[in-house]
């Protein structure tokens, strides 16, 4: 379910879900502990939950689930390119497994890079980015993902309160629902599922541009959505405003002020370390997050569409936003 997991009645996070699944004996921890060991299905769960007192060999398997290398995102850059049909999640995944090392310098053990596996590295990255920026928030797929949070809230808490209830629905169920719901007028359900099924989306009025932006953006793009709605009050508008900076990695620049950054290390046969930031040129220009504020209108006219985009960007101007 894109964009949404419902579970006990809240939003959570997947890897709550996957906790759950790994650990309950009915699910996968009788059948891990049975094949591992006693314990085995709590101790993969702490890799994924990541406590801060993790010991090192431990923290070391988390990052390889959920790190700057992670295979997780190594995994699915790739395939969601291939099934995409675009270029931009291929990189030399082979190359970048086979340069993995281990630091232990300081006392501490921390994954590392060989020094000719850089470049590999580097285009992982960059995968990460144009993986983001062109297909995982393109204008559509936010559109969608919009609808698809909508229609499972329309169906209520009950439907996906509970792990059992979240696993027994899959792509076919789901969409078969779907198409079902979009006939049943008057059910609150009903609306969204027809926005998918007709492909009926908002179009795109507005959008600044792709920036790493601050609170100040947010509060200008919610001043433009203000002043689009009040001008053109006939029309329904809703933005994609997002809270949080999307991150495209963790890596600890020379600049940074902010704390929690990672400090990436490369290695050589003869011990020498240097930090992956200060060996790259990718890294000095590549940004570490962004942000993709947009307002999409339900109008079709194109000379509609292109009468609020200037006055949008009129406003946006006018109220101090980046440009």
């Not at 046969?269 to 890294?283: E, H, K, L, M, Y």
Request: net charge neutral.
């Amino acid at each position: 379910m894109p964009g949404i997991a419902v579970h006990d009645g809240r939003n959570a996070h997947h890897e709550s879900l996957s906790v759950e699944l790994i650990t309950r004996p009915d699910f996968l921890g009788s059948t891990l502990n049975g094949m591992y060991g006693e314990g085995f299905s709590k101790r993969v769960a702490q890799l994924l939950q990541g406590p801060p007192d993790l010991p090192p060999q431990l923290q070391v398997l988390k990052d390889l689930v959920s790190g700057e290398m992670d295979a997780d995102r190594t995994d699915y850059l790739i395939r969601d390119s291939h099934h995409c049909g675009v270029d931009y999640g291929r990189f030399e995944y082979r190359r970048l497994i086979e340069s993995i090392a281990l630091d232990a310098d300081g006392g501490k053990l921390e994954l590392a890079l060989h020094r000719d596996g850089l470049h590999a590295f580097e285009a992982l990255i960059l995968a990460r980015y144009q993986m983001n920026t062109q297909v995982y928030y393109h204008r559509l797929r936010r559109v969608y993902d919009t609808y698809l949070v909508r229609y499972h809230e329309a169906l209520g808490p009950t439907m996906f309160d509970s792990a059992d209830k979240i696993i027994s629905q899959n792509d076919s169920t789901m969409l078969s629902r779907i198409m079902t719901d979009a006939t049943q007028d008057g059910r609150p359900e009903c609306a969204w599922a027809k926005r998918i099924v007709n492909r009926d989306h908002h179009k795109l009025v507005f959008e600044p541009g792709i920036h790493v932006v601050g609170g100040h953006d947010l509060t200008v793009a919610q001043k433009v959505l203000s002043a689009v709605k009040a001008k053109y009050s006939d029309v329904d508008f809703f933005a994609d405003i997002p809270t949080k900076p999307i991150r495209i990695h963790k890596l600890l620049m020379p600049t940074d002020e902010e704390s929690g950054g990672v400090d990436m290390m490369l290695v050589s046969a003869s011990g020498d370390r240097r930090p992956i930031v200060r060996s790259s040129q990718v890294f000095s220009t590549l940004p570490k997050s962004f942000r993709q504020i947009r307002v999409f209108g339900n109008v079709e006219s194109k000379s509609a569409r292109r009468e609020m985009w200037r006055f949008a960007a009129d406003r946006w101007v006018a109220e101090g936003g980046t440009v």
